[in-house]
């Protein structure tokens, strides 16, 4: 088989934090609509914010007398008042709850990170083609020894192989890579399909439409090569026939774009969400943590500020994907806790967008705009 070349970005990797994690987006109109349906909210939120930064939140633990465990199609509770450490799927696959993101790790780095995952406890590596690391993760998993039933792997099909006949081609080339028969969940990337040839040219038909994409991508199950197929905000999908619905919606969720709507929706139609950039970008970590009602929370449950985050995203019943490459953050990560708090507004209410490639990709549209101009 031919060998799979990656097409370069609109940007490149030292612009990150410039193009691809543009801060403070322009909101997209359906966001204007939800902020106007805030409004009223945000004035109780804010009071409730303020008695917290006031008083604290010790006061408000001694006084929940039973912790509120909200509900969800997927949630698989090992005891009561316990995070669930997995989520049941359609298929009736168990995908771990918390799993390592391994975007951003530079060669060199990846392979002692998934490592020290392994080796931690971990057995969900989220991962991508795109992300140009799949080798040496595929390396450090058949470095562990663990049984491949005993991992859950991700994968994403990039942008330029959204066309029915590229499709497996860009799954093969990821199985080789990793070095697996199949992979546990395979996503489309983005909602946004690019020509196979050229530097980010907008396919329009395919972007418009994914169903002849998600189409192969259900022939990839019949095939044994995927056991589950999910999407990153695809449009006009699910108004088709689908003989394998999408089992797994991978979005940005955190403290600075919790997106409460999407994820009521998403339960109500059994669809998993899967949060990505848990703690905000690479500029915005160090504003998460010290939050504080955050700080507050770590103190009074001896947890760090960390452990507080990933678990609000798991207890709210999502997947969620922290990433690093240091072994003893890598560790942390995994050990959640329950929050047993029943009114903490743990989220900012102005949306806050971490990632939207749209303006590096030039494509003439908001990829998050809910009324694309195609």
């Not at 090992?78 to 799993?99: E, F, Q, R």
């Not at 949060?275 to 009602?293: E, F, I």
Request: proline share 6%; with cysteine.
């Amino acid at each position: 088989m031919a060998s799979l070349h990656y097409k370069p970005l609109a940007f490149s990797e030292s612009d990150v934090d410039e193009e691809f994690e543009s801060v403070h987006t322009r909101p997209t109109t359906h966001e204007k609509r939800q902020r106007l349906k805030k409004l009223a909210f945000v004035l109780v939120a804010g009071a409730t914010v303020m008695y917290l930064a006031f008083t604290g939140t010790r006061a408000l633990v001694r006084a929940v007398a039973k912790p509120c465990v909200s509900s969800g199609h997927h949630r698989n509770l090992t005891t009561a008042g316990a995070l669930p450490t997995h989520y049941t799927l359609p298929s009736g696959d168990k995908i771990p709850s918390v799993a390592l993101g391994v975007w951003q790790a530079s060669q060199g780095d990846v392979g002692p990170a998934v490592r020290a995952a392994l080796t931690a406890g971990y057995a969900h590596i989220d991962g991508a083609w795109a992300y140009r690391n799949e080798a040496e993760v595929g390396q450090a998993v058949k470095d562990s020894g663990l049984s491949r039933d005993k991992l859950w792997l991700t994968s994403k099909l990039w942008n330029n192989f959204h066309a029915p006949e590229d499709v497996e081609a860009a799954l093969d080339d990821t199985l080789a890579k990793l070095d697996t028969e199949y992979l546990d969940l395979y996503l489309i990337h983005w909602p946004v399909a690019f020509k196979k040839e050229g530097n980010n040219v907008l396919d329009v038909g395919l972007t418009a439409d994914p169903y002849p994409t998600w189409k192969k991508l259900e022939e990839m199950v019949d095939k044994g090569k995927v056991r589950n197929i999910g999407i990153s905000k695809v449009k006009n999908l699910t108004a088709n026939p689908l003989k394998y619905k999408p089992a797994v919606n991978q979005v940005e969720l955190n403290y600075f774009n919790p997106q409460p709507e999407l994820l009521k929706w998403a339960k109500e139609n059994d669809l998993l969400l899967e949060a990505y950039s848990p703690l905000g970008s690479t500029k915005q970590v160090k504003d998460t943590l010290a939050l504080p009602v955050v700080q507050e929370i770590a103190k009074t449950l001896a947890i760090t500020p960390a452990q507080v985050i990933i678990s609000w995203h798991v207890q709210r019943g999502t997947v969620v994907l922290p990433k690093s490459v240091t072994p003893s953050r890598v560790e942390e990560n995994l050990q959640g806790t329950f929050l047993p708090y029943e009114t903490v507004v743990l989220y900012f209410l102005t949306v806050w967008r971490v990632v939207n490639p749209s303006k590096g990709w030039n494509i003439g549209f908001d990829v998050f705009d809910e009324e694309w101009p195609l």
